[in-house]
């Protein structure tokens, strides 16, 4: 049972999954279901008056036969001369013998009679034709019969020998004797069969055409929405190649109505994007290769400029303060030059996949440790709390490229954060080790978060404190050559979170051990 229970609800599963999927099951199965609705409602309303119809024309000719009927019993129980209530009866079922006989021949009806009436509580006796019992007599109509004068009828059932039901309409009256003056209760018993029947074939063949017609609007709907659809989904397989990078795709275009027009549309907007996607990565390349070209160029100089400063930076001493003084500038830009060089450089070899890694073991939680005092972090007066690292977090990395991810994260936060602490944390799981940053300053807003690792991009300038903007960018850079990957998560006035994620031997970074923060109600 529970084997059963499952195959159910995964098959109802897929079928919701291919309802949603489906724009043209959708449009098939409501225009079905609505066509079906539509159709059982006008044909429960058909049927209805027909039944109706045929129901009223019964009983008004029912009611007419029973009345020339009873007419003639009439007519014969006043030329018949009865003495007793015996001789009465005896008379009322001659004649009503002799009355029936056609009709049943016939078989238009049948008749029950019951009396005389009147016995003071006692059951009447009861004389009736064609196996016909007095039960199928509606008692309500037996009651009207009995007290009141006039033609009545009722709708009933009257069992078969099958172990069924036919249709028949009774008319009932009240025959009164004059020679003895006892009242008979006299009972016409009309089959319905024939318009049972009508009914049927009405009913059979209001089915059958509305199955018909159903499976005719499925069919129409079917056929319209594949050629409204067929068009979509090439669009939308056209896209996806797009998408892919198959930048040379385009859509079919047949005829002049609204799906050729978007097509034509959509070809010259893949156009357009084509031709700006060409311009921008022969841009790219054109900086990258500046870039690469300017670092290569200036490092000769620089080397040269490097060393002379060296030579002044030592012999400063025997010079007026002024002079030593501009040596000791000199030292300085010349070494900032010398970083922002070094930084261009490891660009230019990421641009080229140039970039090796110098693997060795390392302990996260060591590396942690030693955030602390971290001299970027003790001149700001900045608290470090280190979490998780009571225990190593061993993965194979490059140190260097991996201290230098991290300088650049406390330095950011040092820098740009204006909060007081900063909280490290360290975790694992099978796959790889994490590593966060957290600090709970002014964060950033959600255009600043996606921009943050762009090259040489800064938030506001107004809260800028010098660097380059390559520092988030290269570390990124050496995040991505481990195979792993650094994330960063802010909220605006409460701080942000760098996550640096690197995969263990044979494992990867896709589940990091740590998630960067996020909004309340955000994946």
Not at 32 to 54: N, R, Y
Not at 97 to 113: A, F, H, I, K
Not at 116 to 135: K, N, Q
Not at 466 to 494: K, M, W
Request: a neutral charge; glycine letters at 8%.
């Amino acid at each position: 049972m529970t084997r059963i229970r499952r195959v159910v609800r995964a098959g109802l599963r897929r079928a919701l999954r291919q309802w949603r999927r489906s724009i043209r099951l959708r449009v098939v199965g409501s225009t079905v279901a609505l066509t079906s609705l539509a159709i059982g409602l006008t044909g429960w309303a058909l049927l209805a008056q027909v039944a109706d119809g045929l129901a009223e024309a019964r009983s008004a000719s029912a009611v007419a036969e029973a009345r020339a009927g009873l007419d003639r019993v009439r007519a014969q129980l006043e030329t018949t001369a009865v003495t007793d209530a015996a001789a009465a009866s005896e008379a009322v079922a001659q004649i009503v013998d002799s009355l029936t006989q056609s009709g049943q021949g016939q078989g238009r009806y049948d008749v029950v009679v019951e009396g005389p009436l009147g016995g003071g509580g006692e059951t009447a006796p009861v004389r009736s034709s064609g196996g016909v019992s007095a039960a199928v007599i509606p008692d309500d109509l037996v009651r009207t019969v009995a007290s009141s004068e006039g033609l009545y009828f009722r709708f009933a059932e009257v069992p078969t020998a099958g172990g069924g039901s036919r249709p028949v309409v009774v008319v009932g009256s009240r025959l009164d004797v004059p020679s003895t003056g006892d009242d008979y209760g006299l009972y016409y018993v009309f089959s319905m069969a024939d318009q049972q029947a009508t009914l049927d074939l009405v009913r059979n063949a209001t089915a059958l055409a509305g199955l018909a017609m159903i499976v005719m609007v499925g069919g129409v709907a079917y056929v319209m929405s594949r050629q409204v659809l067929e068009p979509v989904r090439r669009a939308r397989r056209t896209a996806e190649r797009f998408a892919a990078g198959h930048l040379e795709q385009r859509m079919h275009v047949r005829g002049e109505d609204d799906i050729a027009r978007l097509s034509e549309s959509f070809n010259q907007m893949a156009a357009s994007l084509q031709s700006q996607i060409a311009r921008l990565e022969n841009l790219s390349k054109l900086q990258q290769r500046f870039v690469s070209d300017v670092s290569h160029e200036l490092r000769t100089p620089l080397t040269t400029i490097s060393m002379a400063g060296d030579v002044l930076h030592e012999a400063r001493s025997g010079w007026d303060p002024s002079t030593a003084r501009a040596a000791e500038l000199l030292r300085r830009e010349l070494t900032r030059f010398e970083e922002l060089l070094a930084d261009l450089m490891d660009l230019s070899r990421f641009d080229a996949e140039a970039a090796q890694l110098e693997l060795e073991t390392i302990d996260l939680s060591e590396v942690a440790r030693q955030l602390v005092e971290e001299p970027v972090l003790t001149r700001k007066g900045i608290e470090v709390r280190v979490v998780g690292a009571d225990a190593p977090v061993v993965t194979e990395a490059d140190r260097r490229r991996v201290d230098r991810v991290l300088r650049n994260l406390v330095a950011n936060a040092a820098a740009y954060s204006r909060s007081a602490d900063v909280v490290v944390t360290v975790a694992e799981n099978e796959a790889c080790v994490s590593l966060s940053v957290r600090d709970h300053g002014i964060g950033l807003t959600a255009e600043e978060s996606l921009r943050v690792f762009d090259r040489f991009w800064r938030a506001d300038p107004a809260r800028a404190a010098g660097g380059t903007g390559l520092g988030l960018a290269i570390a990124r850079g050496d995040a991505r050559l481990h195979g792993g990957e650094l994330q960063v998560g802010s909220i605006a006035g409460r701080g942000t979170d760098f996550v640096l994620t690197l995969p263990k031997p044979g494992g990867d970074a896709s589940r990091p051990a740590l998630q960067p923060l996020r909004e309340a109600g955000d994946a």
